[in-house]
Protein backbone atom coordinates (compact mmCIF):
# COMPACT_ATOMS: atom_id res chain seq x y z
CA UNK A 1 0.00 0.00 0.00
CA UNK A 2 1.15 3.20 -0.89
CA UNK A 3 1.54 5.82 2.38
CA UNK A 4 1.51 9.46 1.77
CA UNK A 5 2.92 11.86 4.25
CA UNK A 6 2.49 15.50 4.79
CA UNK A 7 5.53 16.57 6.97
CA UNK A 8 8.78 19.16 6.70
CA UNK A 9 12.36 18.62 4.89
CA UNK A 10 15.51 20.12 5.28
CA UNK A 11 16.84 22.76 2.54
CA UNK A 12 20.65 22.36 3.15
CA UNK A 13 22.68 24.65 1.55
CA UNK A 14 27.14 23.28 0.81
CA UNK A 15 26.53 22.16 4.32
CA UNK A 16 26.31 18.83 7.20
CA UNK A 17 22.97 17.14 7.24
CA UNK A 18 22.39 16.87 11.12
CA UNK A 19 19.65 14.78 13.09
CA UNK A 20 17.40 17.15 15.26
CA UNK A 21 14.14 17.52 16.49
CA UNK A 22 11.54 18.08 14.33
CA UNK A 23 10.99 22.02 13.49
CA UNK A 24 14.29 22.77 15.18
CA UNK A 25 15.97 25.34 13.24
CA UNK A 26 19.66 24.46 11.37
CA UNK A 27 22.14 27.06 9.77
CA UNK A 28 23.49 25.78 6.26
CA UNK A 29 27.46 25.42 6.89
CA UNK A 30 29.77 26.03 4.06
CA UNK A 31 31.74 22.70 4.82
CA UNK A 32 32.01 19.21 3.24
CA UNK A 33 28.48 17.50 2.75
CA UNK A 34 27.89 14.10 4.55
CA UNK A 35 27.30 10.70 3.30
CA UNK A 36 23.93 11.49 3.50
CA UNK A 37 23.88 14.74 1.86
CA UNK A 38 25.50 14.98 -1.66
CA UNK A 39 26.48 18.33 -2.73
CA UNK A 40 25.99 19.13 -6.52
CA UNK A 41 29.44 20.24 -8.35
CA UNK A 42 30.84 23.63 -6.89
CA UNK A 43 30.16 25.36 -9.87
CA UNK A 44 27.59 25.51 -12.71
CA UNK A 45 28.23 25.11 -16.51
CA UNK A 46 29.67 28.37 -17.36
CA UNK A 47 29.13 30.16 -20.81
CA UNK A 48 31.89 31.41 -22.35
CA UNK A 49 32.49 34.65 -24.20
CA UNK A 50 30.13 35.26 -26.87
CA UNK A 51 27.84 32.41 -25.70
CA UNK A 52 24.58 31.77 -24.18
CA UNK A 53 23.81 28.91 -21.46
CA UNK A 54 20.17 27.64 -21.73
CA UNK A 55 18.37 25.35 -19.05
CA UNK A 56 15.42 23.63 -19.62
CA UNK A 57 13.71 20.34 -20.53
CA UNK A 58 14.66 17.68 -23.46
CA UNK A 59 11.32 17.73 -25.33
CA UNK A 60 12.27 15.39 -28.13
CA UNK A 61 15.42 13.68 -29.48
CA UNK A 62 16.45 13.39 -33.53
CA UNK A 63 19.95 11.13 -33.63
CA UNK A 64 19.40 10.50 -37.34
CA UNK A 65 19.53 14.65 -37.89
CA UNK A 66 22.24 14.77 -34.60
CA UNK A 67 19.91 17.24 -32.84
CA UNK A 68 17.22 17.67 -30.09
CA UNK A 69 14.30 20.26 -28.78
CA UNK A 70 14.77 22.14 -25.46
CA UNK A 71 12.30 23.75 -23.34
CA UNK A 72 14.33 26.34 -22.39
CA UNK A 73 12.85 28.21 -18.89
CA UNK A 74 16.50 30.45 -17.98
CA UNK A 75 19.32 31.66 -19.56
CA UNK A 76 22.93 32.64 -17.71
CA UNK A 77 25.32 34.93 -20.01
CA UNK A 78 28.93 35.25 -19.81
CA UNK A 79 28.93 37.17 -17.06
CA UNK A 80 27.98 35.18 -14.56
CA UNK A 81 23.87 36.87 -14.81
CA UNK A 82 21.17 34.14 -15.20
CA UNK A 83 16.95 34.91 -15.14
CA UNK A 84 14.15 32.70 -15.73
CA UNK A 85 11.84 33.47 -19.05
CA UNK A 86 9.07 35.05 -19.12
CA UNK A 87 7.30 31.70 -20.75
CA UNK A 88 9.53 28.74 -21.63
CA UNK A 89 10.49 28.99 -24.91
CA UNK A 90 11.63 25.69 -27.79
CA UNK A 91 14.95 26.22 -29.37
CA UNK A 92 16.31 23.06 -31.70
CA UNK A 93 19.88 22.59 -30.41
CA UNK A 94 22.63 20.93 -33.03
CA UNK A 95 25.19 18.64 -31.72
CA UNK A 96 28.41 18.39 -33.88
CA UNK A 97 31.62 15.86 -33.30
CA UNK A 98 33.09 18.91 -31.17
CA UNK A 99 30.05 18.64 -28.77
CA UNK A 100 30.62 17.23 -25.38
CA UNK A 101 27.61 15.72 -23.32
CA UNK A 102 28.33 14.54 -19.82
CA UNK A 103 26.43 14.86 -16.62
CA UNK A 104 26.48 17.22 -14.37
CA UNK A 105 30.01 17.15 -11.82
CA UNK A 106 31.12 13.93 -13.57
CA UNK A 107 33.74 13.46 -16.86
CA UNK A 108 32.11 10.71 -18.06
CA UNK A 109 31.30 11.23 -21.95
CA UNK A 110 27.91 10.62 -23.07
CA UNK A 111 26.21 10.65 -26.65
CA UNK A 112 22.69 11.93 -27.87
CA UNK A 113 21.45 8.81 -27.63
CA UNK A 114 22.38 8.39 -23.94
CA UNK A 115 19.73 11.37 -23.45
CA UNK A 116 15.69 11.24 -22.87
CA UNK A 117 12.71 12.94 -23.21
CA UNK A 118 12.23 14.92 -19.98
CA UNK A 119 15.69 15.37 -19.10
CA UNK A 120 16.87 18.38 -17.21
CA UNK A 121 19.75 19.28 -19.07
CA UNK A 122 21.94 23.09 -20.14
CA UNK A 123 23.21 23.73 -23.56
CA UNK A 124 26.27 26.04 -23.95
CA UNK A 125 26.83 27.78 -27.46
CA UNK A 126 27.69 31.28 -29.36
CA UNK A 127 24.46 33.01 -29.21
CA UNK A 128 23.12 33.92 -32.71
CA UNK A 129 19.93 35.19 -30.88
CA UNK A 130 16.19 34.13 -30.92
CA UNK A 131 14.73 32.26 -33.89
CA UNK A 132 17.92 30.88 -34.31
CA UNK A 133 19.39 27.12 -33.82
CA UNK A 134 22.08 26.45 -31.01
CA UNK A 135 25.13 24.85 -31.91
CA UNK A 136 26.43 23.24 -28.58
CA UNK A 137 29.69 23.54 -27.54
CA UNK A 138 28.34 21.41 -24.41
CA UNK A 139 25.51 19.83 -23.11
CA UNK A 140 25.15 18.70 -19.24
CA UNK A 141 22.55 16.46 -18.15
CA UNK A 142 21.39 17.31 -14.80
CA UNK A 143 18.89 14.62 -14.29
CA UNK A 144 20.07 12.38 -12.55
CA UNK A 145 18.54 8.97 -12.30
CA UNK A 146 18.35 5.56 -10.26
CA UNK A 147 17.42 2.16 -11.35
CA UNK A 148 16.00 1.61 -7.90
CA UNK A 149 12.16 0.74 -7.89
CA UNK A 150 10.06 -0.78 -5.35
CA UNK A 151 7.39 -3.85 -5.55
CA UNK A 152 5.37 -1.58 -3.05
CA UNK A 153 5.00 1.23 -5.11
CA UNK A 154 5.65 0.22 -8.76
CA UNK A 155 6.89 3.34 -9.44
CA UNK A 156 9.79 5.16 -10.05
CA UNK A 157 11.38 7.73 -7.70
CA UNK A 158 9.97 11.58 -8.29
CA UNK A 159 10.16 15.01 -7.12
CA UNK A 160 7.23 17.83 -8.09
CA UNK A 161 7.62 21.03 -6.62
CA UNK A 162 3.88 22.20 -6.32
CA UNK A 163 4.35 25.34 -4.40
CA UNK A 164 6.10 28.35 -3.87
CA UNK A 165 5.70 30.59 -1.01
CA UNK A 166 6.36 33.57 -2.39
CA UNK A 167 5.64 32.80 -5.78
CA UNK A 168 8.71 33.75 -7.87
CA UNK A 169 9.77 36.23 -9.31
CA UNK A 170 9.43 38.04 -5.24
CA UNK A 171 11.73 40.48 -3.56
CA UNK A 172 11.96 39.53 0.22
CA UNK A 173 12.99 41.25 3.56
CA UNK A 174 16.69 40.30 4.89
CA UNK A 175 15.44 37.16 6.85
CA UNK A 176 12.11 36.60 5.62
CA UNK A 177 11.73 32.65 5.03
CA UNK A 178 10.70 31.24 1.49
CA UNK A 179 8.61 28.41 1.28
CA UNK A 180 8.61 25.71 -0.97
CA UNK A 181 6.34 22.26 -1.39
CA UNK A 182 7.77 19.39 -3.04
CA UNK A 183 5.47 16.10 -3.85
CA UNK A 184 7.55 12.75 -3.84
CA UNK A 185 7.40 9.53 -4.33
CA UNK A 186 10.48 7.10 -2.84
CA UNK A 187 10.18 3.91 -4.59
CA UNK A 188 13.64 2.39 -3.03
CA UNK A 189 13.99 -0.04 -0.28
CA UNK A 190 15.52 2.23 1.87
CA UNK A 191 14.60 5.65 3.63
CA UNK A 192 16.20 9.03 1.70
CA UNK A 193 16.65 12.47 2.32
CA UNK A 194 15.20 15.45 0.50
CA UNK A 195 17.73 18.82 0.48
CA UNK A 196 18.04 21.68 -1.59
CA UNK A 197 20.80 23.88 -2.69
CA UNK A 198 20.83 27.46 -3.88
CA UNK A 199 22.92 29.18 -6.39
CA UNK A 200 23.13 32.80 -7.25
CA UNK A 201 24.87 33.40 -10.62
CA UNK A 202 26.13 30.21 -11.12
CA UNK A 203 27.73 29.56 -7.15
CA UNK A 204 26.10 27.61 -5.00
CA UNK A 205 25.40 29.16 -1.75
CA UNK A 206 26.17 28.79 1.68
CA UNK A 207 25.50 30.42 5.40
CA UNK A 208 21.45 30.49 5.28
CA UNK A 209 18.99 28.70 7.67
CA UNK A 210 16.67 25.90 7.10
CA UNK A 211 14.53 23.70 8.97
CA UNK A 212 15.67 20.62 10.14
CA UNK A 213 15.78 17.19 8.28
CA UNK A 214 13.60 14.25 8.35
CA UNK A 215 14.06 10.51 6.64
CA UNK A 216 11.33 9.73 4.50
CA UNK A 217 10.28 5.72 3.99
CA UNK A 218 9.55 4.12 0.97
CA UNK A 219 5.73 5.38 -0.67
CA UNK A 220 5.19 9.26 -1.27
CA UNK A 221 3.57 12.75 0.36
CA UNK A 222 4.26 16.19 0.42
CA UNK A 223 6.89 17.82 2.02
CA UNK A 224 7.10 21.28 3.09
CA UNK A 225 9.87 23.40 4.18
CA UNK A 226 11.54 26.87 4.19
CA UNK A 227 14.79 28.59 4.17
CA UNK A 228 15.70 32.07 5.14
CA UNK A 229 19.13 34.42 4.34
CA UNK A 230 20.28 37.03 6.45
CA UNK A 231 21.82 39.17 4.28
CA UNK A 232 21.10 40.59 0.62
CA UNK A 233 21.38 37.70 -2.02
CA UNK A 234 19.75 37.34 -5.30
CA UNK A 235 18.45 33.45 -6.01
CA UNK A 236 18.45 32.65 -9.29
CA UNK A 237 18.30 28.06 -8.97
CA UNK A 238 17.41 26.02 -6.66
CA UNK A 239 17.91 22.50 -6.82
CA UNK A 240 16.36 19.53 -4.72
CA UNK A 241 18.28 16.37 -4.30
CA UNK A 242 16.76 12.93 -2.94
CA UNK A 243 19.49 10.90 -1.51
CA UNK A 244 19.65 7.45 0.06
CA UNK A 245 19.97 8.12 3.79
CA UNK A 246 22.18 4.38 3.79
CA UNK A 247 24.15 4.38 0.64
CA UNK A 248 24.46 8.20 -0.21
CA UNK A 249 23.53 7.41 -3.84
CA UNK A 250 21.87 10.15 -5.42
CA UNK A 251 18.73 9.36 -6.37
CA UNK A 252 17.21 11.86 -8.20
CA UNK A 253 18.01 15.49 -9.17
CA UNK A 254 15.36 18.54 -10.08
CA UNK A 255 16.29 22.01 -10.60
CA UNK A 256 14.11 25.22 -11.19
CA UNK A 257 14.91 28.77 -11.78
CA UNK A 258 13.51 31.22 -9.65
CA UNK A 259 13.77 35.42 -9.53
CA UNK A 260 14.61 35.82 -5.08
CA UNK A 261 16.02 38.59 -4.07
CA UNK A 262 16.69 39.32 -0.61
CA UNK A 263 17.15 42.95 -0.30
CA UNK A 264 14.19 44.34 1.64
CA UNK A 265 14.45 45.90 5.69
CA UNK A 266 15.63 43.42 7.36
CA UNK A 267 12.84 40.96 9.77
CA UNK A 268 12.67 41.82 13.46
CA UNK A 269 9.84 39.46 14.23
CA UNK A 270 8.20 36.46 12.35
Given amino acids: MTM ?47 EILLSGTVVSIDVGRAELVLQATSFTLPNGRSAALAQPKKKVVLIRDTTTISPQGK ?5 LGDLKVGDAVT ?25 AQSSATGKDNTLEVTAMNPATPATLKIGEKFAITIRYNNASPNPVSIGAFLSTTGEWLGG ?27 VDKIQVNMVDSKTGETLL ?3 LPVQLNWAGPVVTKE
Fill in 253 to 255: TKE
Fill in 107 to 111: NDKLT
Fill in 208 to 234: FKANAPSPYATGSGDIEGWFKIDRPVA
Fill in 4 to 50: RHRTKWLVAGLGVLVSTPMGEELKAQQTAPTKTQTAPAQTSPKPRPG
Fill in 123 to 147: ASGRDLGAGNDLTAREIVLVTVRSA
